[in-house]
């Protein structure tokens, strides 16, 4: 499967973002998906998943109550909803995808990557 996100951009504090991810292929709906982000200096880590059916979601604590991961099956699609960003979210981030049942919090774990979308808070 091939992933292609996008949504990214320069937001004031406070500010709200939505990525987009679409995946190729008509196997979309057999993967669990993810969110991952990599500021500069620091490792890759997870932000959310989702699994294949949308009825099970993982968040980092740091993004809990302020970020909302969803998929629509039908459009090949996952989103990444951000809301009241903070500077300390500036980074690239990355859409994933793992052809597993459940949720996996890993990058490791995933098979698939998307190139990236730059998000930068300005304080």
């Known amino acids: 499967v091939q992933l292609q996100a996008s949504g990214g951009g320069l937001v004031q504090a406070g500010g709200s973002l939505r990525l987009s991810c679409a995946a190729s292929g008509r196997t979309f709906r057999s993967y669990a998906m993810g969110w991952f982000r990599q500021a500069p200096g620091k490792e890759r880590g997870v932000v959310a998943t989702i699994n294949r059916n949308g009825d099970s979601i993982y968040y980092t604590d740091s993004v809990r109550g302020r970020f909302t991961i969803s998929r629509d099956n039908a459009k090949n699609t996952v989103y990444l909803q951000m809301n009241s960003l903070k500077p300390e979210d500036t980074a690239v981030y990355y859409c994933?995808?793992?052809?597993?049942?459940?949720?996996?919090?890993?990058?490791?774990?995933?098979?698939?990557w998307g190139q990236g979308t730059l998000v930068t808070v300005s304080s």
């Open positions: 994933a995808a793992a052809q597993i049942a459940g949720l996996v919090a890993y990058a490791s774990a995933y098979d698939y």
